[in-house]
C-alpha cells in the first residue's frame, strides 16, 4: 500500500501501524483488509494511529 520512501503521507520509515480508524491491527493483511472496505464503502481516509520512537501520532491516510 505505501513505499515510504515515495509517500508524502507522513509515515517514516520504522513506523509502527498500531490501529486503523481505532481498531487495534498486528498484521499488514489487516490493513489491507480494511483498506479495501474503506474503498468499497467509498471513504475518502482512514485514521491511523502510528507508534514512533518519540510516541504515539494519529494520521490519515487517503484512500485512493
Known amino acids: 500500500l505505501i513505499d515510504p520512501d515515495?509517500?508524502?503521507i507522513?509515515?517514516?520509515r520504522g513506523d509502527v501501524?498500531?490501529?486503523v480508524n481505532q481498531e487495534e491491527i498486528w498484521k499488514p493483511?489487516?490493513?489491507i483488509a480494511k483498506y479495501k472496505d474503506a474503498k468499497k464503502a467509498?471513504?475518502?481516509e482512514l485514521l491511523l494511529l502510528i507508534e514512533r520512537v518519540n510516541g504515539?501520532?494519529?494520521m490519515p491516510l487517503?484512500?485512493?
Open 17 to 19: 501501524i498500531t490501529q
Open 56 to 58: 504515539f501520532h494519529y
Open 42 to 44: 467509498g471513504r475518502k
Open 6 to 8: 515515495k509517500s508524502d
Open 10 to 12: 507522513g509515515l517514516r
Open 62 to 64: 487517503p484512500v485512493r
Open 29 to 31: 493483511d489487516q490493513l
